[in-house]
């Protein structure tokens, strides 16, 4: 279990300064909350030390405050070590920007996403096409430490700055028939080079979905940042889902559309190919991909000299918050 209290952390665990670092940076950002109560303003999520020769995205002026004010969630946040921020920004999956880890980086450079819209329909009181801003300034952003496990068997640990999607739903109330909720990608090939290409294996738009109980789960993050910014193009700005117990392919990037269904949508990795990627797509380490095993990963950094191969965990180390979800289903089943 690595959400916990900090004071709950085992001696045994506070070995490697960077683990130190964190945790310290935890008691900063409490101090930093108590001073924001007092001064009225301060940046609660102190600077990260990111590498200088690399690019940082500030994000739209109406964002910058959001950003600022951002507290770190303690409770909700891993402690292990964070994956140093070229990782986050240059090993990316993003198949709108080509199928290469590298592409996305290197092609997502000049997407454009301010001004964004978000369509948001189907079953729920206030249908409507919003602006970014509009759906994100009515919340309070909090940054959270998650793991994030990819089906490709890596896995990284990244500083998100969002809002929990349950906040989102509230704001334009699901009614009692939405038992799904979809999320679609732009679809844009002029702005998309990877839905350009001719050997594209995806059909687009890209879609996800999760039931409504995992929608509303408080693990489940919209994020709007990364590392103390806006979130890189890469890395699916200016809005994407991050759903910390299911493999990557589940939280979306770059999202225009949130549908509210009664019934369950197609979503498109399991239209690709349903017999490796199901709907669910729970990290699960007993239920292999049909290719290769699901019960270890390499947590990056990683290399050839040290591969840091490291066991995978029941619904990627997150069981207490999100098991009972899945009480009585076979997840051999609905994997
Ligand atoms: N629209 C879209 N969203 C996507 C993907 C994609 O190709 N297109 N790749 C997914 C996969 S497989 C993973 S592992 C994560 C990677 O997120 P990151 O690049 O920010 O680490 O994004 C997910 N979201
Ligand atoms: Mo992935």
């Known amino acids: 279990m690595l959400i916990k209290k900090a004071d709950k952390i085992k001696p045994s665990e506070i070995t490697s300064e960077s683990v130190y670092l964190n945790r310290r940076r935890f008691m900063q950002g409490l101090a930093g909350t108590a001073a924001l109560i007092a001064a009225g303003s301060a940046r609660a999520i102190p600077e990260y030390d990111l590498d200088s020769d690399l690019p940082r995205y500030p994000g739209p002026d109406w964002l910058q405050g959001l950003l600022r004010a951002s507290e770190p969630n303690a ?21 709108e920007f ?43 952003l909090e940054e959270r430490i998650y793991r994030l496990r990819c089906v ?12 929990p999607l349950s906040q989102l739903l509230k704001q334009v109330g ?6 799904y909720v979809e ?28 039931r409504i109980d995992e929608a509303m789960n408080p693990l489940t993050l919209l994020a709007v940042g990364v590392y103390g910014n ?41 239209e690709t190919a349903p017999r490796e990627y199901g709907f669910y797509a729970n990290v699960n380490p007993a239920v292999n991909h049909p290719r290769w095993s699901q019960a270890t990963e390499r947590r990056l ?3 050839l000299f040290n591969p840091n191969v490291i066991d995978t965990r029941m619904f990627n180390g997150y069981a207490d918050e999100v098991a009972h979800l899945y009480a009585g289903m076979d997840l051999k089943k609905w994997f």
């Open 230 to 270: 806006a979130l890189p193009p890469q890395n699916g700005a200016p809005l994407r889902l991050v759903v910390p117990w299911k493999y990557g392919f589940k939280s979306i990037k770059s999202i225009v559309r949130i549908r509210l269904l009664e019934e369950m949508p197609k979503v498109t990795w399991n």
């Open 152 to 163: 490709e068997a890596w896995s990284m640990v990244i500083p998100w700055i969002g809002l």
């Open 183 to 210: 999320f679609t990608t732009l679809q844009d090939p002029q702005r998309m080079p990877g839905q350009r290409s001719l050997f594209s294996s995806l059909d687009w738009p890209y879609v996800e979905a999760l």
């Open 98 to 140: 080509g199928t290469g880890k590298k592409d996305p980086a290197k092609n997502a450079q000049n997407f454009n996403t301010d001004p964004w819209k978000v369509e948001i329909s189907g079953e729920v009181d206030k249908p409507g096409v919003y602006n970014l801003e509009d759906i994100v300034k009515p919340h309070r």
């Open 301 to 303: 950094p990683s290399s």
């Open 75 to 95: 409770a909700f946040s891993s402690q292990e070590d964070l994956a140093p921020y070229h990782s986050v920004i240059s090993h990316n999956n993003f198949y």
């Open 174 to 179: 699901p009614n009692s028939k939405a038992k």
